[in-house]
């Protein structure tokens, strides 16, 4: 119950990003319950990104405003307990990543072009390692949803790559041909965003997320989700 009512004060505003929420000893006075209640109420908090706990003299629980990694870790739970088909997955990557490059053509910055040419370089390094590889193709995708600007979408992608990669038998899948038809594809996406043309960046973007789904069930013969506990 405390919990749940600091959670509604610091989303309400009640307590701005930065600021510290009322010391244990005064929580425990307002609202007579005992301390061990109160510190696991602020765990609760801390759990859900709302709050940073820090010790010593000057410390306390601090509030955080929630970003797109608490998006990702809520989603990334979802795919855990419900134990989601790997095609569903697919499916809401189909889904959402044309979105966000559409808005990536739309909101995206210099800055933002500079990370997506960089990753997309590394893609096309057909030299360096399966992971290098793949963590430079996360990137990229990544970056696009960066470049959208839009937090909650940010999250759900983050959150989706990593299920996808971890799910996938990337060394029975990637060979020199998927990688040079990945770094076109993302080449391709990469110049619509540049161009700011949203109607071509949605369209590269579906047809390319669609035909790795297609291949990706082609070779992927388990339809179970599994992550380990670091995603």
Same mark, same amino acid.
């Given at each position: 119950?405390?919990? /749940?009512?600091?959670?509604? %004060? ?5 307590? +701005?990003?930065?600021?510290? @929420?009322? +010391? ?17 109420? =602020? %765990?609760?908090?801390? !759990? ?12 306390? *629980?601090?509030?955080?405003? +929630?970003?797109?990694?608490? !998006?990702? #870790?809520?989603?990334?739970? =979802?795919?855990? /307990? ?12 189909? $889904?959402?990543?044309?979105?966000? $490059?559409?808005? *990536? ?7 933002? =072009?500079?990370? @997506?040419?960089? $990753? ?5 390094? =057909?030299?360096? +390692? ?14 696009? $949803? ?22 996938? &038998?990337? #060394? ?21 965003? %540049? ?15 669609? /035909?790795?789904? &297609?291949? !990706?069930?082609? !070779?992927? &013969?388990? #339809?179970?989700?599994? @992550?380990?506990?670091?995603?």
């Amino acid at each position: 119950m405390l919990a /749940g009512d600091l959670r509604e %004060r610091i989303l309400r505003g009640d307590f +701005p990003a930065g600021t510290a @929420l009322p +010391p244990e000893r005064e929580l425990v006075n307002q609202t007579r319950m005992s301390r061990t209640t109160v510190r696991e109420a =602020l %765990r609760i908090l801390e !759990v859900q990104g709302l709050v940073s706990i820090k010790t010593g003299r000057a410390g306390g *629980a601090f509030v955080r405003q +929630p970003d797109g990694d608490a !998006v990702a #870790t809520s989603v990334s739970l =979802l795919i855990r /307990g419900q134990q989601l088909r790997l095609t569903a997955l697919l499916e809401t990557r189909e $889904a959402i990543e044309p979105a966000c $490059a559409g808005l *990536a053509a739309k909101y995206r910055t210099d800055a933002d =072009l500079a990370i @997506l040419d960089t $990753a997309n370089r590394t893609v096309g390094d =057909l030299d360096i +390692p399966l992971e290098q590889f793949l963590q430079a193709n996360v990137d990229w995708h990544l970056a696009v $949803a960066g470049a959208s600007h839009n937090e909650l979408l940010t999250g759900f992608m983050s959150a989706l790559s990593k299920a996808i990669y971890s799910s996938t &038998e990337n #060394t029975a899948f990637v060979d020199e041909q998927v990688r040079r038809t990945t770094y076109r594809a993302h080449k391709t996406v990469t110049d619509a965003i %540049r161009a700011q043309d949203s109607a071509a960046a949605m369209r590269r973007m579906s047809k390319h997320v669609h /035909g790795y789904a &297609e291949a !990706v069930v082609q !070779v992927e &013969e388990r #339809t179970q989700i599994t @992550l380990d506990e670091t995603h």
